[in-house]
């Protein structure tokens, strides 16, 4: 059975804190180095509860794509929600790692899981990680279709494919549109609009798209945009993640039980419509 440091060491090595964005907070929020670790639980979002499943499941170790404390605190009392998760996982021995940025624009990442879930091939990241000579990292992907298809038809695809959550996925551009490449982004996307027009590509699918970059967004070009919830966008990277870490257990020969959390823990719970204004 390892060590949590030496599950960490090889969670280092997938995604190193070092290309976290600099106002990023990525590692380990809690937990002893010198602790054993026979089961994982990925999860997006390191809410209570995730903390429950974990504990429900024995794991020793949490691993989630967002962080706990991203603005810093000053207190960890129990009578705030952040503060709740550390007594509990503090008290139970368990541990709480974090790969966010640095997940984002690794080989494979978080946008590549998402090309998975839709069954998209990738042919580059759409903005390149300048350190690596292989430019094969960096946040977001190019991708093509296997055959064309409408527009509507890939924003059924996604439905299709992606978990589902309250939102569902929102469409903006032609519906009957052909749509043959597409960038994707896991997670808030509209700043990378830029890129994406440069790429030239029939349709753009991120998640928390805002009113005016999406509007200028339409107006400038034909751009298909495509816009489903944070959470499902993400949730793709803890099955390939799981899967990384299956793999490096069988290698050491660790024998770890790897779970990957089914929660829906994306926060808009009920959606309310009239229907479409046309």
Known sequence: MPRLSEVISE???LWPPERAEGWDAVGTVCGDPDAEVDRVLFAVDPVQDIVDEALKLGAQLIVTHHPLYLRG???VAASTFKG????TLIKHDIALHVAHTNADSADPGV??????ALDLRVERPLV????DPAGRRGLGRICTLGQPETLGEFAARAAARLPATAQGIRLAGDPDALVRTVAVSGGSGDSLFDAVRAAGVDAFLTADLRHHPASEAVQHSSLGLVDAAHWATEWPWCEQAAAQLDAIS???GWDLRVHVSKQVTDPWTTHHSSGAPN
Do not use: E, K, Y
């Not at 390149?128 to 350190?131: G, N, V």
């Open 11 to 13: 969670l280092d090595a």
């Open 73 to 75: 605190t000053t207190t």
């Open 84 to 87: 709740r998760v550390v007594h």
């Open 111 to 116: 946008s590549d899981a998402l090309a998975g």
């Open 128 to 131: 390149p990680d300048p350190t």
């Open 250 to 252: 069988d290698r050491h």
